[in-house]
C-alpha cells in the first residue's frame, strides 16, 4: 500500500516528541514489509525541504501554522490520488483532510485530546480559536471518519467532547524496541530522572519543587530533567528560587542512546504530566526494569499499573511525589519488586504488534 501521513512535525524536527516517535517507528516496520509512506510535516530551520529517511519520504511545508493550509494545497496540487490510505494526525488540530480527500479512507489519530491543554499553552484569543477548533469543527467534518487513539483514556474523552461514537474508535496502543529498552545487570544507580518533553502542562514544576524534601532525606540524591522544550527557562527560574541548582541538571536533548543510558541509571521515573495519550517513557523506563512514579491523570494511570510497576501520585501535589519517591527509595524489596513487574509488563507492548494492528485496519477501511 501506498501510505500517506500528515503530521504537524516529524522525527527529525527539534520539538519531536512522543508523537512523532509512534507513528515513525510503525513507518519503518511497513516499509520493511514492503508499504510506502510519505509524512507531510512542518518545515523547520534548516530542515530540508524532501527528504528520504529509513526508505520513507518526507515532505516538509511551511511553519507551524501554515502548515495546514499548504499540506492542503500541496496535496490538491501535486499528490492527489496517488495514495491507498491516509493517516490525519491531529496534535490539538487536525489537518481537516476530510474537506479536500475524497474517495480515499482516511484515519483520524488522536493521542490525546488537547481542551484543557490549549489553555496553559495558548494565549487568549488563539486558545479560544484552537478549543473551538478541537471541540467544535472537528466533529462535523470527521464524522463519517474512524479515529484511532493510544489509550482507554483518550477514547474516553473523545466520547466525553462528543468528538466521535464509541463505535468508530480504535485503539491501537504505543509499543517498544526491545531490542533497544531492556536491562543492564549491576547497572550503578545515580539518578531520579524526568525525561521528556518541556511543556508547561508536562507540571515539571511539581517534580522540582519535591526534590528539596527528597534532598532532606537523601542529601546526596541526583536529579536529571532530560529533554528540550519552551518551558525551560521558567524551570530553570523555579529551581533557582528553591536553590536547586546545583542539585538538578537540564540536559537539554538527548540522543536516543544516551536516553537509554540515563533511563538505565535511574532509581527511577518521574512524569508529573497534566495529561497524555499514554506516556512511552513509561514503558521505555520500564523495558529497563526502572519503575515510574506518576501523576494519577489521564493516560499515565492507564500506563503505570499503580502499586504494581509504579506509583500514581495526585497530579500537582509535590509532597505526595516526594512521599511516594521516598517509600520506594527506603524499601529495596518494594522497589525491586517493582523493577520486575515493571520489566514484564513492558514486554506486552510490540511495536510490531502495534504497526500489524494498523495494517489489518487499513485494509478493513479499503473494503
Known amino acids: 500500500m501506498k501510505i500517506l501521513i500528515f503530521n504537524w ?5 527539534p520539538w519531536s516528541g512522543g508523537a512523532e516517535n509512534y507513528l515513525y517507528e510503525m513507518a519503518r516496520i511497513w516499509v520493511r514489509k514492503g508499504h510506502y509512506v510519505t509524512f507531510i ?18 515532505i516538509r511545508l511551511g511553519g507551524r501554522y501554515f502548515i495546514y493550509p499548504l499540506a492542503a494545497l500541496y496535496y490538491l496540487l501535486r499528490l492527489r490520488n496517488k495514495y491507498d490510505v491516509i493517516i490525519d494526525a491531529g ?5 481537516f483532510t476530510p474537506l479536500y480527500i475524497r474517495n480515499i479512507p482516511i484515519l483520524l489519530l488522536i493521542h490525546h485530546v488537547h481542551q484543557e491543554i490549549f489553555f ?10 484552537a478549543r473551538t477548533l478541537e471541540a467544535k469543527v ?8 474512524p479515529i484511532v487513539c493510544v489509550s482507554k483514556s483518550t477514547k474516553k474523552d473523545i466520547m466525553k467532547y462528543k468528538i466521535k461514537r464509541k463505535n468508530d474508535i480504535y485503539i491501537i496502543k504505543n509499543g517498544i524496541d526491545t531490542t533497544k529498552y531492556f536491562p543492564v545487570k549491576n547497572m550503578k544507580k545515580k539518578y531520579i530522572t524526568y525525561l521528556g518533553r518541556l511543556r508547561k502542562y508536562k507540571s515539571i514544576d511539581t517534580f522540582l519543587r519535591a526534590i528539596p524534601l527528597l534532598l532532606d532525606e537523601y542529601r546526596d540524591m541526583k ?3 532530560a529533554g528540550h522544550g519552551d518551558d525551560l527557562t521558567r524551570l530553570k527560574k523555579i529551581a533557582e528560587k528553591l536553590n536547586i541548582s546545583n542539585k538538578v541538571k537540564f540536559t537539554g536533548k538527548v540522543s536516543d542512546k544516551k536516553k537509554i543510558d540515563l533511563i538505565r541509571k535511574s532509581h527511577m521515573l518521574v512524569n508529573p504530566s497534566q495529561i497524555e495519550g499514554w506516556g512511552i517513557t513509561v ?7 526502572v519503575p515510574v512514579i506518576g501523576a494519577d491523570s489521564n493516560g499515565l494511570r492507564e500506563a503505570i499499573k499503580n502499586g504494581r510497576t509504579g506509583l500514581l501520585f495526585k497530579h500537582g501535589d509535590y509532597r505526595d511525589l516526594a512521599d511516594k519517591s521516598i517509600k520506594l527509595l527506603r524499601e529495596k524489596r518494594l522497589l525491586t519488586k517493582y523493577s520486575i513487574n515493571s520489566y514484564n509488563y ?6 510490531e504488534k502495534s504497526a500489524e494492528q494498523f495494517i489489518r485496519l487499513f485494509k478493513s477501511i479499503r473494503k
Open 9 to 13: 512535525r516529524d522525527i527529525t524536527h
Open 41 to 58: 510535516c512542518e518545515r523547520y530551520k534548516y530542515g530540508k525541504r524532501r527528504e528520504k529517511i529509513g526508505g520513507m519520504e518526507f
Open 91 to 95: 496534535n490539538g488540530i487536525p489537518f
Open 120 to 129: 496553559t499553552q495558548l494565549k487568549f484569543p488563539f486558545s479560544w480559536i
Open 138 to 145: 472537528m466533529p462535523p467534518v470527521y464524522r463519517n471518519i
Open 223 to 225: 536529579f536529571l530533567v
Open 283 to 289: 514503558l521505555e523506563a520500564n523495558a529497563c526494569q
Open 346 to 351: 513492558a514486554k506486552l507492548f510490540s511495536t
